[in-house]
């Protein structure tokens, strides 16, 4: 089993800075990419930013530009750079990470919320 905990979180006015933090621990060598997702009020969870295993990064349009996403392997943490925040950044971010074996589920944080004040 692999446990994700997330902090960083909180409120900061638009045009200001976040940065999300996420540390894995347990069984740590089935961790395969390991990402952030984002869900608002009455919206669908969505993709944020990932990295994979070898480094490599992929954003949601919406994110491009403002927010990057990096991973230390050596202490099995992912984070969240998040600049210049918008109000519609407004939600509550979960960390996930892909098992390396692709039928088991992924797993999950429990969120922390973010919320920018225009």
């Known amino acids: 089993q692999v446990q994700l905990v997330e902090s960083g979180g909180g409120l900061v006015q638009a045009g200001g800075s976040l940065r999300l933090s996420c540390a894995a621990s347990?069984?740590?060598?089935?961790?395969?990419?390991m990402g952030w997702y984002r869900q608002a009020p009455e919206k669908q969870r969505e993709l944020v930013a990932e990295?994979?295993?070898?480094?490599?990064?992929n954003y949601a349009d919406s994110v491009k530009g403002r927010f990057t996403v990096t991973r230390d392997y050596a202490k099995s943490t992912v984070y969240l750079q998040m600049n210049n925040l918008k109000p519609e950044d407004t939600a509550v971010y979960y960390c996930?990470?892909?098992?390396?074996?692709?039928?088991?589920?992924?797993?999950w944080g429990q969120g922390t919320q973010v919320t920018v004040a225009s």
């Open positions: 996930h990470a892909d098992d390396i074996i692709f039928e088991r589920p992924p797993y």
């Open positions: 347990g069984s740590i060598f089935n961790i395969e990419d």
């Open positions: 990295i994979t295993n070898d480094g490599r990064t």
